[in-house]
């Protein structure tokens, strides 16, 4: 009989990659928030040391504020963890993705997941995942 020592998952991660657009867009980074992952995996959030539940608090401040012009701009060195940079993206699609909850019960009385595609496109203008990478 044999056991299984170690499976591995060959399917990665479940993620779906943004669309390639034919036009760049250029970005106005001096208003962004940036995060920056150094190589012993501290991150920096404009420049102060910041764990994960920081992260999600200055992403949730600074979305509320900026909204439809905010802006997250994430830079990590060669030697940060592959998993921290995954925490980091994790944190930030969360925070948004509660924002976009939040503002669509306000809006329609809806769950995000109960809109139609133009409430959620509305939905997204307000709040928009602009990464920079």
């Given at each position: 009989?044999?056991?299984?020592?170690?499976?591995?998952?060959?399917?990665?991660?479940?993620?779906e990659?943004?669309?390639i657009?034919e036009t760049?867009?250029?970005?106005d980074?001096s208003?962004?928030?940036t995060?920056?992952?150094?190589?012993?995996?501290?991150l920096?959030?404009n420049n102060?040391?910041?764990d994960?539940?920081?992260l999600k608090?200055?992403?949730?401040?600074?979305e509320?504020?900026?909204?439809?012009?905010s802006?997250?701009s994430i830079?990590?060195?060669?030697?940060?963890?592959?998993?921290t940079y995954?925490?980091?993206?994790n944190a930030?699609?969360g925070?948004?993705?509660?924002?976009?909850?939040?503002?669509?019960?306000?809006?329609?009385?809806l769950?995000l997941?109960s809109?139609?595609?133009e409430?959620l496109?509305?939905?997204?203008?307000v709040?928009?995942l602009?990464?920079?990478?």
């Open positions: 009989m044999l056991a299984c020592v170690s499976c591995i998952n060959d399917k990665g991660l479940v993620k990659l943004p669309k657009s760049k867009t250029e970005y980074l208003k962004a928030i995060i920056y992952i150094e190589g012993n995996n501290q920096l959030v102060e040391k910041a994960i539940d920081a608090t200055k992403i949730r401040e600074y509320s504020k900026n909204k439809s012009k802006i997250i830079k990590n060195s060669r030697e940060s963890s592959y998993s995954i925490d980091v993206q930030i699609v925070e948004i993705r509660m924002l976009r909850e939040t503002l669509s019960k306000e809006k329609y009385d769950e997941d809109l139609t595609n409430q496109s509305k939905i997204r203008k709040y928009p602009n990464l920079v990478e």
